[in-house]
């Protein structure tokens, strides 16, 4: 399980002395304890693997608009910072498709799912997300399936 990975992971770093994979991690599982407690909140089981890669994700996601912000605010030091924590939690998520396996990944999904026209979008992306969860980035996809179905 990927719980058990980044576990075994944090305590490496802990006799490595390295620091910033520690807080890294730290700041990790801290995530998803708290997303445990608030599913728990509503009656559900556990995090599977999917959703602690969708909250690993939007955990990059996060860094990712930090690190723009502190690019226009010339804070190399803090880009740096943010830039090792991408790094740290973006190993611990699948391998991204590339380009041209996410283009054909869509024009299977547009096959399969016999989509015609804009209405169609939800049901390619519903397939896509249903197949493809922390293989490809949906904002990407979405307006590649947009150009194909309008177009």
Do not use: C, W
Not at 43 to 70: F, H, N, P, W
Not at 74 to 79: E, N, S
């Amino acid at each position: 399980m990927l719980r058990d990975d980044i576990d075994k992971a944090l305590k490496e770093a802990m006799k490595a002395k390295n620091e910033r994979a520690v807080s890294t991690l730290r700041m990790v599982n801290s995530a998803l304890k708290n997303a445990d407690i608030e599913a728990r909140g509503s009656g559900k089981a556990a995090l599977g693997d999917a959703e602690t890669i969708a909250i690993l994700q939007k955990m990059i996601k996060q860094r990712q608009e930090s690190v723009e912000l502190y690019k226009k605010g010339d804070r190399a030091d803090l880009v740096k910072q943010e830039e090792e924590e991408i790094a740290i939690i973006a190993a611990y998520l699948p391998q991204q498709m590339s380009d041209a396996e996410m283009a054909a990944a869509i024009e299977a999904a547009i096959a399969e799912t016999g989509a015609a026209g804009m209405k169609d979008m939800g049901k390619v992306i519903a397939s896509l997300r249903a197949k493809h969860a922390g293989q490809m980035d949906f904002g990407k996809a979405s307006g590649i399936v947009k150009g194909k179905l309008a177009g």
